[in-house]
C-alpha cells in the first residue's frame, strides 16, 4: 500500500486497462509496492521514533558533564543514585504492586461483565452499556477532587488501595466492551455443546470459553497494567507519603526539582520504560490480533 | 450500538438462551461488581462536580463557602482572562494533535502492513512509544530540548536554531515542540487502530480490483478508505476525548507555560483544583468541558454519519 509521501514522489504507472488478466499470485498484490516506498518512509519514522530513545539512553550512561554523543566511557552512578538516593526502588515496589493489583482486578471484573453483556439479555443492559460509553467522555483527572473527598471519608488516602481503585475504575469501560466482543466471536454452540456433555457454566466457560480467549484477555490485561504504570495524577493526589509513591510520580519531582539532573531523570525515565516496553515487547502479536478480534468494530 | 439496541428490546428474543439452568439473577451478579465500582467512583464524582459548580468551594477559604448559583459559571464566560485563551489553545491542540496523528498513524498503518523483510522487528520499534506515555514522554523529552546539552545544541550547530534557547520556555516555538512530543507516543496508537482493522479488509477485494486494472491509488480510495471509516471515526474521536482530558503530558512538560501559552481547558482545572483548591470553580470549568467534549461528539458522530447505512 501507499503513504501520501510515496505517491507524490512516485505515482504508480496507469495500468493499460486492456491488459489480458494475469495469472493471481499467491499473497496479493501489494506485494507489488516498490521496496523503497517501504523502507524509505519507515526508516525515516524508525529515526523520530529512536532518536529519543537512544537519548535518554545517553544521558542515563554518560558521565556527568560529558557531551559525547556516544555512551561511552559507560557508568551506572546515575542509576544507583535514583535507585537508593531518590528511592526509585521503592517506587518501583508500589508501581509493580498496583499494576499488578490493577491488571487483575480490571480483568476479572470485567471477563464478568463482558460475558454477561455477551451472552444474556437482562433488564438493564442498555442502561449498563450507555453507563459503559458516557464513561468514556468522563475526564479522570477532573474528577480528582470528589475521588480525593471518597477516598478520604473511607480512610484509604495514602494507601495504594486508593490507586488500585481508581486505575481499576477508569479502565474499566472500555476493558467490559473489549471483553464482551471477544467473548461474542466465541461461538455460542461450543458453550452449549458443553453443558450437554454435563458442565455447568462456569465449567464450560472455564475449559471452553477462557482458552479461546487469551489473546483478548492479554490485550486488556496488558492495557491496564500499561496505562496504571504510567498514569501519575491520581498517585500525585491520593498518596501523599514519599513510602508510597509510584514511578511517574518519582519521575515529575525529578523533573520539577529546582537544578534538574538530567542524568538521574534519564536513569529514572530508564527504570520506568523497561517493564512496559518489556511487556509491550511480548505482547506485541496478540495486542493486534486482540484488537483487530474486538476492539474498534464495538 | 445498533447490535446491541436490538437485542436489548424488552422481551427477550425467542432464542434458546434460557435452556441451560441458569437461574436469572446470573446476568445482574455478573456486572454488579463493573456497576458499582462505576457508580461509586464515576457516576457518583461527576454528579458531586455538578453540584459543587454550583457552590464557592474553597477548603481554604471556608467563610466563604456555599450556594454560588451560576456565579461560577458567570465568572468563567464574563471575567475570567484566562478562561476563553485556555479554551482556543484546546480547541488548537486537539485539531492539529489528532489531526496529525491520524494522518501519520494511516500512513504507517499501510507501510507496516505490507509483508517485508524485517516487519515484525519494524513493527515494534515503530509502536514501542506508544507504552511509554505521560510523564516519561515529557521526561524524555524535557533531555532532547535541554538548552544546553539537547538536541537543540547539535541541531544549532547543523545551523537549525539558535543556541541556548529551550524550545520549551520559548512563546514561538513551545507548541511545535509539545506537539512533536505528542506525536511521538500518539502516532503509534493510532497505527495500531488503524492496523488492527486493516488486517480484516478481505485480500479478494483487491484481487478483484486488480483484475479490474484499478490503479493502487484507486484502490486505496474505493477499498481501503471506506472499509477503514468506522475505526477511523471512532478512533479519533477517542483520541480527540483522551488528547482534551490529559494533563499528565503538559503539566509536566511545560506546566501550562510559558506565560500560559499551553494551558488547556483541563490543565487550567487541574491547575484551579490542586494549586489553588478553589473547587467550586474548578467544578463549573469541568462541567462547562464536559459540556463542550458531549457536544462535540454527538456534532462529529453526526457529520461523519457514524454506524450509517452505507456499509
Given amino acids: 500500500m501507499i503513504t501520501k509521501e510515496a505517491t507524490k514522489v512516485a505515482p504508480a504507472p496507469a495500468r493499460p486497462t486492456l491488459d489480458p488478466p494475469r495469472p493471481l499470485k499467491a499473497g496479493h498484490n501489494w506485494d507489488e509496492v516498490p521496496r523503497w516506498q517501504i523502507y524509505l518512509p519507515l526508516s525515516i519514522y524508525l529515526v523520530f521514533t529512536l532518536i529519543p530513545f537512544y537519548w535518554i539512553l545517553l544521558f542515563a550512561v554518560r558521565p556527568p558533564g560529558s557531551t559525547s554523543l556516544l555512551p561511552w566511557p559507560m557508568t551506572f552512578q546515575h542509576f544507583e543514585k535514583v535507585w537508593t538516593e531518590r528511592s526509585f526502588g521503592t517506587y518501583f515496589e508500589n508501581s509493580v504492586l498496583v499494576g499488578v493489583a490493577t491488571l487483575l482486578m480490571t480483568t476479572l471484573v470485567a471477563l464478568a461483565g463482558g460475558y454477561a453483556l455477551a451472552r444474556f439479555n437482562f433488564k438493564v443492559k442498555r442502561a449498563f452499556m450507555l453507563g459503559l460509553l458516557c464513561s468514556q467522555f468522563v475526564p479522570g483527572a477532573l474528577l480528582l477532587v470528589p475521588l480525593f473527598e471518597i477516598f478520604a471519608e473511607l480512610q484509604m488516602i495514602n494507601s495504594l488501595g486508593s490507586v488500585i481503585l481508581a486505575e481499576t475504575v477508569f479502565q474499566l469501560p472500555l476493558s467490559i466492551i473489549l471483553i464482551s466482543n471477544f467473548i461474542k466471536n466465541v461461538p455460542y454452540s461450543l458453550e452449549e455443546a458443553a453443558w450437554v456433555d454435563g458442565c455447568n457454566r462456569f465449567t464450560a466457560f472455564r475449559i471452553v470459553v477462557l482458552p479461546l480467549l487469551r489473546p483478548g484477555l492479554i490485550a486488556v490485561g496488558s492495557f491496564a497494567f500499561v496505562h496504571s504504570w504510567n498514569h501519575f495524577l491520581f498517585a500525585l493526589m491520593f498518596l501523599n507519603n514519599q513510602e508510597k509513591q509510584t514511578i511517574p510520580v518519582g519521575l515529575n519531582t525529578l523533573m520539577s526539582a529546582d537544578s534538574v539532573d538530567l542524568g538521574a531523570l534519564a536513569a529514572g525515565g530508564i527504570i520506568a520504560a523497561v517493564p512496559v516496553v518489556v511487556v509491550f515487547a511480548f505482547i506485541q502479536k496478540w495486542l493486534i490480533t486482540g484488537f483487530s478480534a474486538g476492539a474498534v468494530k464495538g | ?311
Avoid at chain 2, 13 to 22: M, V
Fill in chain 2, 1 to 311: 450500538m445498533a447490535q446491541a439496541a436490538a437485542v436489548a428490546k424488552p422481551p427477550a428474543p425467542p432464542r434458546r438462551r434460557r435452556t441451560s439452568a441458569t437461574p436469572r439473577r446470573l446476568p445482574y451478579l455478573l456486572i454488579a461488581p463493573a456497576a458499582l465500582l462505576m457508580l461509586g467512583f464515576i457516576a457518583y464524582p461527576v454528579l458531586s462536580v455538578f453540584y459543587y459548580s454550583l457552590q464557592n468551594y474553597n477548603p481554604t477559604k471556608p467563610w466563604r463557602n456555599g450556594y454560588a448559583g451560576f456565579d461560577n459559571f458567570v465568572h468563567a464566560f464574563t471575567t475570567d482572562p484566562v478562561f476563553w485563551d485556555t479554551l482556543v489553545f484546546s480547541a488548537k491542540w486537539v485539531v492539529v494533535e489528532v489531526g496529525l496523528q491520524l494522518l501519520f498513524g494511516l500512513a504507517l498503518a499501510l507501510i507496516v502492513n505490507q509483508t517485508f523483510a524485517g516487519r515484525a522487528l519494524g513493527r515494534a520499534m515503530v509502536f514501542s512509544p506508544w507504552a511509554v506515555s505521560g510523564v516519561l514522554t515529557s521526561a524524555i523529552w524535557v533531555l532532547l530540548y535541554n538548552s544546553q546539552t539537547g538536541i537543540t545544541r547539535y541541531l544549532a550547530d547543523m545551523g537549525i536554531g539558535s543556541y541556548g534557547t529551550s524550545w520549551l520556555s520559548d512563546t514561538s516555538t513551545v507548541f511545535p515542540a509539545a506537539i512533536v512530543a505528542d506525536l511521538w507516543r500518539g502516532v503509534p496508537f493510532f497505527a495500531i487502530l488503524i492496523l488492527a482493522d486493516l488486517q480484516s479488509v478481505s485480500k479478494d477485494l483487491y484481487e478483484a480490483a486488480e483484475v479490474d486494472g484499478a490503479s493502487r491509488i484507486q484502490q486505496f480510495w474505493h477499498i481501503t478508505l471506506p472499509h477503514l471509516k468506522d475505526a477511523i471515526v471512532l478512533s479519533t474521536l477517542l483520541r480527540a476525548v483522551w488528547e482534551f482530558n490529559n494533563v499528565d503530558l503538559l503539566y509536566t512538560l511545560t506546566g501550562g507555560g510559558p506565560a500560559g501559552e499551553t494551558t488547556t481547558l483541563p490543565l487550567y482545572i487541574a491547575n484551579t483544583s490542586v494549586d489553588a483548591h478553589n473547587f467550586g470553580y474548578a467544578s463549573a470549568l469541568t462541567t462547562v468541558a464536559f459540556v463542550i467534549l458531549l457536544f462535540c461528539s454527538m456534532v462529529y458522530l453526526r457529520l461523519s454519519k457514524f454506524g450509517g447505512q452505507d456499509k
